[in-house]
């Protein structure tokens, strides 16, 4: 009975392999007794509207990013144009030069363009209300990378998801670093510690969080910030204020946070102008690990860094895949992030990617 059983199902899968077979063999002389203009119309159809599909199907992203303030947002505009072009999407890149009006303008004419999706970094945190209603109006998702946004209605539903960095935790770890180093800085024996910090642009995302988690981590400690000034994240106005310190303040400068790697730069220049030894008369602590950092950590001349990776590109090339497949993305992704001091830095350089 088992046997039988087998041997009939055996067969009818025969059978319908071989009605299969009949059926695909039945439509080739149908084929061929077409005309030959006609068959001719049919084979260019397919080609036409494959490349038409591939066209259609090129991702357009526009991207309005900051400008190029500093090493770190060269690195990032790299890792994005990079990551784009290896994915095949078409990029407009838009550099606002630090202005959040030109942002604005960069992205109203995505939006004429119809682009598929818009990346915005955004310079400052508020004030993208209007242009980011035109962007949901327009149905163009937009994705934030690197700093953050608040509207003025405390909602986020006006990015689809923000491929950032977690500016808080950087200032925080960056603090508890310089709070249990103290004997290795120098400061075991002083009862007050002067902390002269150079922010980053006024409202943005990077600076205050970087200032309020400072402030948080240091309450009630004896580091005291006694001056507190932007420079922008350059590397020229980190060492134009450092300047203007050093002719009312010198002397009493024990340690200066730096919000970017570049204004530490630029203070650096600054304390050897007039004659002090950077990281050692004056200790410095910043914020980014670029490249320029690790130099000068390994010169001496800067104590310690905590990181925050520019190389977001990929992340966002993979975000976009995923939302243009339909999938679901978490509202915010940060980047992996270290702190690395002085006496670390010879060992690492050779593998930093930025
Ligand atoms: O730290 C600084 C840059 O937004 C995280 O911007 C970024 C900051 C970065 O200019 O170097």
Same mark, same amino acid.
């Given at each position: ?19 299969? *077979? ?21 084979? &260019? ?23 190029? $303030? ?32 030109? @942002? ?8 004429? @363009? ?19 209603? $035109? ?39 960056? *603090? ?6 103290? $004997? ?6 002083? &009862? ?6 150079? $922010? ?5 995302? &990077? ?65 050897? &102008? ?81």
């Amino acid at each position: 009975m088992k046997m039988f059983s087998k041997l009939t199902s055996l067969a009818v899968a025969l059978t319908m392999t071989l009605s299969l *077979a009949a059926c695909g063999g039945a439509a080739k002389p149908a084929e061929t007794a077409k005309p030959a203009e006609e068959k001719k119309a049919e084979a &260019a159809a397919p080609a036409e509207q494959k490349k038409e599909d591939k066209a259609g199907k090129k991702i357009v992203v526009g991207f309005a990013q900051i400008g190029a $303030e500093s090493e770190w947002r060269t690195a990032n505009t790299k890792s994005i144009k990079e990551a784009c072009e290896k994915a095949g999407f078409e990029l407009k890149f838009s550099d606002a030069q630090q202005k959040q009006e030109n @942002q604005i303008k960069a992205i109203r004419s995505f939006i004429a @363009q119809k682009v598929d999706y818009i990346a915005l970094a955004p310079v400052v945190e508020t004030g993208w209300d209007t242009v980011l209603k $035109e962007v949901a109006d327009a149905k163009i998702p937009l994705i934030l990378v690197d700093r953050s946004v608040k509207t003025s209605d405390g909602k986020d539903d006006l990015w689809v998801t923000r491929v950032g960095e977690n500016f808080y935790q950087e200032g925080v770890d960056l *603090a508890t670093w310089v709070k249990t180093n103290e $004997e290795k800085l120098g400061f075991k024996d002083k &009862a007050a510690v002067n902390v002269y910090q150079l $922010e980053g642009t006024v409202g943005s995302g &990077a600076a205050v969080d970087r200032g309020k988690a400072w402030a948080d981590t240091m309450k009630d400690s004896k580091f005291k910030t006694v001056k507190s000034q932007t420079g922008d994240f350059t590397r020229a106005k980190g060492q134009e204020v450092m300047e203007s310190w050093l002719k009312s303040d010198k002397g009493k400068i024990d340690l200066v946070y730096a919000h970017n790697d570049d204004m530490a730069l630029g203070a650096i220049s600054a304390i050897e &102008a007039a004659g002090l030894k950077p990281g050692v008369d004056i200790k410095i602590v910043s914020v980014d690990g670029v490249k320029g950092a690790f130099e000068a950590m390994i010169a001496g001349k800067l104590n310690c860094v905590a990181e925050c990776s520019p190389l977001t590109g990929p992340k966002l090339v993979e975000t976009i895949n995923d939302l243009a497949a339909g999938k679901q993305v978490p509202k915010l992704t940060y980047a992996k992030e270290g702190v690395f001091p002085a006496d670390k830095a010879a060992e690492v350089l050779p593998s930093r990617q930025y």
